[in-house]
């Protein structure tokens, strides 16, 4: 099956934690991180995490967008094809 | 100024707690030391997966969260089998472990687990607590967390520092989460979708889990399929949200669901699907599921939508506030040809067992007669395996939270512990805890805690000498090797290198257990005294065990093999 790469941007709360979480979650269901990146926002109690993931389809990517939406630390996530 | 541990146990009141399960251990005793002034009830389970399982049957025969407190380490990892049944079910749930001081935290201290990381995957949340400051207000989000929303189970996992650290931290008045917010309105225009696609359907199902008793939509779900005529299939977890007398009740769908169930949705031209995840063990064949169908799915969780099936309609919102609304819509409505072709299918297949052999009590009979014996207001809970099916088949589901089990973790060794949970939560019930010899023997020693409450449940343990759904299992697919599922020594496979001498063919005998916990104790082995003595045991009020001896080899029908279609059910 043809995979596409997908950057996931997360805004999550800034706590120990919250990374292995959202990893976890990824990597739980079957799906193989590309690339990740963290790092601090303007505003010290966000981080952003940039997540690349290969996809099959686009109902896999809503599907990760929902459950990393579903997180309690989570603030948004938005999602685009590389 | 008060201890951390003397914060977390007035939160834990000020949350709502009237009972807490437990089990006490070193890194834990700050805070149990707080317990004998609390105004709660405390229940003293004999081993960490009890207490949770207890925990976990309160909640579901309340709907108000089940609260554990247990110890670091072992005590931590001995409840991640009640966490991970209650996190796929969605039962609200905290749990308090007890850690090591900070300090310790990843030194591989004495009893140090890493609670955090082991149960990440199988919570709806967790927190590691890092102050007594934060104990109250971590308290206060957990209880929301695992109420909100889809609800699910939450550990605060709670360092011996933090519990010994004085704090002024009081109880937050409100509780104010920033990135959560898992309330969803649905739509307007999906709402008037919903009502059109229902209206013109000519051949409707309405599909209702474990969601409509969550959201507590049992009611609106009967206005609306009287109003409609519109039969209801539930999935196994939605057991109790249709009364199973109505003539629009179908029963339950899915691997050993009704015959009428799986045709209705195999032939239905409209599916309403409501707090339901279209599990593999519905749906079958995932490609040559409802193919006619079009599919409206309700659910508060938006990842569960479009997540195994595609469908027409996706609304994420609470089940009850959508069919509030939506009831104005719906047109009154009949189906005349459409229920007759059900009712069809009802009669040629209903379900149904055959005497295998003269004086042996069938299991299914059993759940008949519990039935009978309660006049259909038993409080249910099972435990896993064959005599789950059975009893999700051969009682009259008619009320919801009456049918408690482990549906998507399929936890044997849930259903004793759980029973004694919903039994302290509904004191007036008729508890009937229906469990094979396999699961019981799993977790047995709990049945000491039903005594010691004077909770009246009934155990029923049917007792096939085997698991009898692996057995059934390896008979139908793995040409009748029977390696590991016949429990008594005389039927067992070579590869154990028993001696098949023991003068007994059934052991543990559960009479002689059950008395030693000092339950009542009940053995029947003649089909004429079962409805008697289920009778007797569930008129006693006293906790109380019953002993059935069934047909060791009967099995669970129809059955839809897994992946395989609906037309490829099997009814013998």
Redo the contacts between chains.
């Keep these: 099956m043809k995979q596409e790469t997908y950057r996931f941007n997360c805004f999550v709360e800034n706590r120990p934690g919250v990374l292995a979480r959202i990893v976890g979650l990824i990597s739980g269901r079957g799906y193989n991180i590309q690339a990740l990146n963290v790092g601090p926002t303007e505003d010290g109690t966000v981080s952003k995490m940039k997540i690349d993931v290969l996809c099959s389809d686009e109902s896999v990517v809503e599907q990760i967008k929902h459950q990393l939406s579903n997180q309690v630390n989570v603030i948004e996530v938005t999602s685009r094809k590389r | 100024m008060r201890t951390g541990a003397q914060a977390l146990v007035d939160s834990l009141v000020k949350a709502g707690t009237e009972v807490l399960f437990g089990y006490p251990g070193g890194q834990a005793l700050d805070i149990f030391n707080c317990l004998p002034e609390a105004p709660m009830k405390f229940v003293l389970g004999r081993h960490e997966q009890g207490c949770a399982h207890m925990a976990d049957g309160y909640a579901r025969a309340t709907g108000k969260p089940g609260v554990c407190l247990v110890t670091s380490g072992p005590g931590a990892t001995n409840v991640v089998t009640g966490l991970a049944t209650a996190n796929i079910d969605g039962v609200p749930m905290v749990v308090i472990t007890g850690q090591v001081p900070l300090s310790l935290i990843g030194t591989d201290a004495f009893q140090e687990a890493d609670t955090?990381?082991i149960t990440?995957?199988i919570t709806?949340?967790?927190f590691?607590v890092?102050s007594a400051d934060e104990i109250p207000e971590i308290v206060a989000q957990a209880f929301y967390?695992a109420t909100h929303?889809k609800p699910g189970p939450v550990v605060i996992d709670v360092p011996k520092n933090c519990q010994q650290a004085l704090t002024a931290a009081e109880y937050p008045e409100r509780v104010s989460?920033?990135?959560?917010h898992?309330e969803h309105a649905a739509n307007p225009n999906d709402l008037s979708r919903f009502a059109k696609i229902l209206n013109s359907a000519k051949r409707p199902v309405l599909y209702a889990g474990g969601g409509v008793i969550t959201s507590g939509a049992a009611a609106d779900l009967a206005k609306l399929a009287e109003k409609a005529e519109i039969p209801v299939a539930t999935t196994f977890m939605g057991l109790g949200s249709f009364d199973e007398h109505s003539p629009l009740a179908l029963g339950m769908a899915g691997m050993h669901g009704s015959a009428a169930a799986n045709w209705a949705i195999h032939e239905a031209d409209c599916i309403v699907a409501l707090g339901v995840r279209f599990s593999d063990r519905v749906t079958g064949n995932i490609k040559l599921y409802a193919p006619e169908a079009k599919i409206v799915h309700v659910d508060c969780?938006?990842?569960s939508?479009?997540?195994n099936v595609?469908v027409e309609l996706g609304i994420c919102a609470d089940i009850k506030d959508v069919l509030t609304t939506v009831a104005s819509r719906i047109k009154q409505n009949r189906h005349p040809e459409w229920v007759e072709k059900i009712h069809g299918w009802q009669r040629e297949h209903p379900l149904s067992y055959k005497q295998m052999h003269e004086g042996v009590i069938m299991p299914q009979a059993v759940i008949e007669a519990i039935d009978k014996a309660t006049n259909g207001e038993a409080l249910l809970v099972t435990d896993v395996g064959q005599h789950q099916m059975w009893t999700a088949q051969f009682f009259r589901h008619n009320t919801p939270r009456h049918f408690l089990s482990s549906g998507g973790m399929g936890t044997m060794g849930f259903g004793i512990p759980a029973a004694i949970g919903a039994g302290l939560a509904k004191p007036d019930a008729k508890v009937v805890c229906v469990v094979g010899d396999g699961g019981a023997q799993m977790t047995f020693e709990e049945v000491v805690c039903a005594v010691e409450h004077k909770v009246p449940v009934t155990f029923v343990i049917i007792n096939n000498n085997c698991l009898g759904m692996v057995r059934q299992w390896q008979q139908l697919f793995y040409r009748e090797r029977y390696a590991g599922s016949i429990l008594s020594v005389r039927g067992r496979l070579e590869m154990e290198h028993l001696e098949q001498d023991l003068e007994y063919d059934y052991l543990p005998d559960f009479t002689l257990l059950a008395k030693a916990h000092g339950a009542e104790a009940y053995r029947v082995i003649d089909p004429a005294k079962l409805d008697d003595t289920i009778r007797t045991a569930v008129e006693s009020g006293k906790t109380s065990v019953v002993e059935v001896i069934v047909e060791p080899r009967a099995n669970v029908y129809p059955m839809i093999p897994g992946g395989k279609p609906v037309t490829e059910m099997i009814f013998e």
Excluded: F, Q, T
């Design positions: 955090s990381g990440r995957a709806k949340h967790n590691l890092h967390i929303g989460l920033r990135a959560y898992p969780d938006p990842s939508l479009n997540k595609k």
